[in-house]
């Protein structure tokens, strides 16, 4: 079992640098320090302190592969890697740091104008600006050329009219990228999407519920609401009409980030469910030396061990700037659901005390089963392997 124990914690991967290590080294004893002590009082109070993310920011921790002319790092997806697996191993309810991170600060990276750059980055990077991205609406899911927020033009504003739904940082975003349609009557529809940037204080949007969800407790999800906001023709984000092709060119990233997430939970799963079943006796001698558990460990480490040789490769890849979207896909159903039956098996093998709040594998229990809905279901997954695959 010592391979597996190791894997979990151990950074030397063949895309590390020492750079990298030293990297992760005072992460981890920033985390240590500034959020492992207060993530159960996180959970309770159902939100991330804005000092939390200042202190990120503060740190390095926060947009590190943003350019050093915008207040970043210049480094590369390796540091992401890095933040992303440290904060899932604090809890899943952090996720909304890695949104931020390399979900939505890489739309403005990559098709912003100078000017959008100069304004937004910074911030973002510095933890005073939390950004949020909305696609999902009440009526629209996976299916994103459906969305029907509309953004009018009327002079030198957009109209924006419509509501979007389970946003991830929706209470505490100050920039929010909103999917809409700059052209409803577009055929295919798809072609009538267009992403905007809309402030915190833009006239006619406001905040909906606080949504109340099954996990991941700490991370704000909300509803948004956009009400004749008038929005700024310099905040288009690109062209217009151009909208889904964007998302589509960064959904890659998106996916391999949940992957990544998934991953690092199961790990961690694995890593406390251990420990327990060495430490708690039945019939006279540890769980661990009963063959059925010594079985069910086994076969969670093995496939905890293939998904990390799956996902290392992937994250080669796509530092490398390779086209792995089928990969990605296959790669985000599979260590998603991986991870969903891990966390059951967990708490199985912890019995009664598994169901108990006090013990972190209820946490993980509730906050996985997510991962196989956001960022494109996992039957869309199947979808887009099946069409790559010329079905």
């Known amino acids: 079992m010592g391979t597996t124990t190791l894997t979990s914690r151990n950074p030397a991967r063949a895309y590390f640098s020492e750079e990298h290590l030293m990297f992760r080294d005072s992460l981890r004893k920033f ?48 540091f992401s890697v890095i933040i992303n697996e440290e904060l ?22 990559s098709y912003g104008t100078e ?16 950004t949020a991205i909305a696609m999902t609406e009440p009526g629209a899911g996976s299916d994103l050329a459906g969305i029907r927020t509309t953004a009018i033009r009327d002079g030198d ?9 389970f946003i991830t940082n929706g209470i505490q975003s ?21 992403l905007l940037l809309v402030e915190r204080n833009t006239p006619g949007f406001s905040r909906g519920r606080k949504l109340d969800k099954v996990g991941l407790h700490s991370q704000d999800t909300a509803e948004l609401i956009f009400e004749d906001a008038r929005v700024p023709v310099a905040n288009l984000l690109g062209e217009e009409g151009k909208g889904f092709i964007y ?15 998934a991953q690092t939970a199961a790990e961690e799963m694995l890593r406390m469910t251990l420990q ?36 290392d490769d992937l994250i080669v890849n796509h530092m490398q700037g390779k086209d792995v979207v089928t990969q990605v896909s296959m790669a985000k159903w599979w260590t ?46 199947k979808v887009i392997i099946a069409k790559n695959l010329g079905m």
């Open 157 to 165: 504003y957009y109209i924006l009219n419509g509501q979007k739904t």
């Open 247 to 261: 998302l589509m060119e960064k959904l890659q990233q998106e996916r391999l980030v949940v992957a990544i997430c």
């Open 88 to 109: 899932e191993r604090i809890g899943s309810g952090l996720v909304g740091i890695g949104l931020h991170n390399d979900i939505v600060t890489p739309y403005i990276v």
């Open 336 to 381: 998603t659901e991986m991870a969903r039956r891990v966390a059951n098996q967990c708490m199985q093998l912890h019995g009664g005390y598994g169901y108990m709040e006090e013990y972190p594998i209820a946490r993980r229990y509730r906050d996985i089963p997510v991962a196989a809905i956001y960022a494109g279901t996992n039957e869309i997954m």
């Open 31 to 78: 985390l240590e320090k500034e959020a492992a002590p207060y993530f159960d009082q996180w959970e309770q109070d159902r939100i991330i302190p804005r000092e939390f993310w200042k202190k990120m920011g503060d740190n390095g921790f926060l947009c590190p592969w943003v350019d050093e002319a915008y207040g970043g790092l210049g480094v590369d997806f390796g």
């Open 276 to 311: 327990y079943v060495k430490e708690r006796e039945a019939f006279g001698k540890p769980l661990s030396k009963l063959q059925h558990i010594q079985f069910t460990i086994a076969e969670m480490a093995t496939e905890i061990e293939v998904g990390r040789t799956f996902v």
């Open 115 to 130: 000017e959008q750059k100069a304004k937004y980055l910074p911030p973002c990077v510095a933890g005073d600006v939390i």
């Open 174 to 194: 100050d920039l929010i990228l909103v999917a809409c349609k700059t052209d409803p009557k577009a055929n295919p529809p798809h072609k009538g999407v267009s």
